[in-house]
């Protein structure tokens, strides 16, 4: 995540260099090929951190894509939503030799509690347990809190959604510059390619297995912390429309 300016724009703001093993995310450049993105990554270790690195010769033998991270209003599958939420109870990233876990356990036990006060409009009573909290570049409470955002963007709940950026903003000094830029776009609906990726399992139906291998391919806990925070919120309004439904 680096400070640069592109052309004769002086406006500074923070972007993400990615390859493609990682694929795109918000506010951020992918460079797929291993060759351009090791000079893209020299250029900015060269210039050092907190320097403008000037951006517009990069695309002499280049194609900047814009990709839309928006994500929108989807059904998804409740039989993928419960078996990932069972197979997430058994905190699949712990080995069992390990007797502690940097308080991983504890923070993804909190995602039904997020879930259940973001939906209730309160998500104020949990969001300070979570925000800057845990291990990680992105500690994991926030990463859980992301997945909350997305699963409240498939489910087309836009009130709640407002009412967890509005509640997290004044958190945002409590955790790492890498963090507040993936909350703050997650506040605006625009999340990372994993996280699309994540949300199309749910959809499609794929089976849990199929799920958890996928979140374990980002970060070292990171897909599965977000991937905690994604299932919670699905499955607490599953149970609440199954609870209605009974009514």
Do not use: K
Not at 22 to 45: E, H, K, M, N, Q
Not at 88 to 110: E, I, K, V
């Amino acid at each position: 995540m680096l400070r640069t300016t592109h052309g004769s724009t002086q406006a500074a703001a923070l972007v993400t260099i990615t390859d493609g093993t990682v694929g795109v995310t918000p506010g951020g450049i992918s460079v797929p090929g291993a060759s351009t993105y090791a000079r893209v990554r020299a250029d900015f270790l060269a210039a050092g951190l907190g320097r403008i690195v000037e951006l517009s010769r990069w695309g002499s033998d280049s194609e900047l894509v814009p990709v839309d991270l928006r994500l929108t209003r989807q059904r998804t599958d409740d039989a993928t939503t419960r078996s990932v939420a069972r197979e997430l109870a058994t905190d699949p990233n712990r080995p069992a030799q390990l007797s502690f876990d940097g308080g991983l356990a504890r923070l993804r036990a909190r995602a039904a509690d997020l879930a259940a006060a973001t939906l209730a409009h309160e998500p104020q009573r949990v969001l300070p347990a979570l925000v800057g909290a845990g291990p990680g570049t992105t500690p994991a409470g926030d990463d859980i809190v992301v997945g909350c955002h997305a699963a409240l963007a498939v489910l087309g709940r836009m009130d709640a959604a407002f009412r967890l950026s509005e509640a997290t903003e004044p958190l945002l000094a409590a955790t790492t510059t890498a963090s507040r830029h993936y909350l703050e776009a997650a506040a605006s609906g625009r999340f990372s390619e994993h996280v699309h990726t994540l949300v199309a399992g749910f959809v499609q139906g794929h089976d849990a297995d199929r799920m958890l291998t996928e979140a374990r391919r980002w970060g070292a806990t990171s897909g599965v912390d977000l991937l905690t925070g994604l299932a919670a919120t699905l499955q607490f309004e599953l149970a609440t429309r199954r609870e209605r439904g009974a009514a």
